[in-house]
């Protein structure tokens, strides 16, 4: 049974940072693409970052570039969302989501592409 968990989030300060952890059980990272969303209250589920299977791909939204990092700890099976520069904007759920390397048709804005989510953990960005 494949399960992604996220942890660290909670509330900040406008300016400050935090440290989103996906573990997974059930699959292996190096096996899959992984990505991170958000969804703030009203509003679609959106694209933040996302990092290829093998790690040497990064993605980023416009909005967050500059300011996130995506990276992975293979050893821990486990990929790491580090935000800076927190605005209160980036306030939302954020859920991280994995799917298994098919080929070269990976779309990593694209939400349904991928097949395991995690339940999401609250960022809150005070102003």
């Known amino acids: 049974q494949v399960q992604l968990v996220e942890s660290g989030g909670g509330l900040v300060q406008a300016g400050g940072s935090l440290r989103l952890s996906c573990a997974a059980s059930?699959?292996?990272?190096?096996?899959?693409?992984v990505g991170w969303f958000r969804q703030a209250p009203g509003k679609e589920r959106e694209f933040v970052a996302a990092i290829s299977a093998s790690g040497s791909t990064t993605h980023y939204a416009d909005s967050v570039k500059g300011r996130f990092t995506i990276s992975k700890d293979n050893a821990k099976n486990t990929v790491y969302l580090q935000m800076n520069s927190l605005k209160p904007e980036d306030t939302a759920v954020y859920y991280c989501?994995?799917?298994?390397?098919?080929?070269?048709?990976?779309?990593?804005?694209?939400?349904?592409?991928?097949?395991?989510w995690g339940q999401g953990t609250q960022v809150t960005v005070s102003s």
């Open positions: 989501a994995a799917r298994g390397v098919y080929g070269n048709s990976w779309q990593p804005q694209n939400r349904y592409q991928y097949n395991y």
């Open positions: 059930g699959l292996t990272f190096t096996s899959c693409h």
